[in-house]
């Protein structure tokens, strides 16, 4: 949850403060009066959604469908096919950089679901390309590198 620019789980919720936790351990205290707007992202559906650089050289069809090979392979996971709750959407190509294409897929998931979805989703993407040959941009720049 986010609250006055905090980002934490909710820990207390008292009428002076609310009581916040980071990932690493840090607790924020935020008083009651600073608090403006809040943020929820544990609350009904949530995404696990990617950002996947390749290569501008890249295929995005194979890309596309390493994506989605990943993704059913996630929901077939007994770990993971009751935290998912709809098939994969592929945003499409939504960047061009430089040096890389950015494709944004995402799974609908249960709340409080994206992170360890998204961590799962990430290897098997990485290992799926790993094994298609699709070449991500930092493979460019070490293949074009000089020697020392």
Known sequence: MEVAGKTGTVEEVTLRYVRLREYDGTVHFVPTGEIDTVTNRSYGRAYAVLDVAVDTDAD??????????AAGELQADPEFAGRIVWR???????????DAMLIRPRIPVAADSQAPVRRAWLA???????????PNPTQRLRLSRAPD
């Open 124 to 134: 098997r993407v990485k290992a799926g390309m790993d094994l298609a040959g699709i």
């Open 60 to 69: 995005l069809g194979a890309t596309f469908d390493v994506i989605r090979k």
């Open 88 to 98: 994969v959407e592929i945003a499409g190509f939504e960047r061009w950089d430089d």
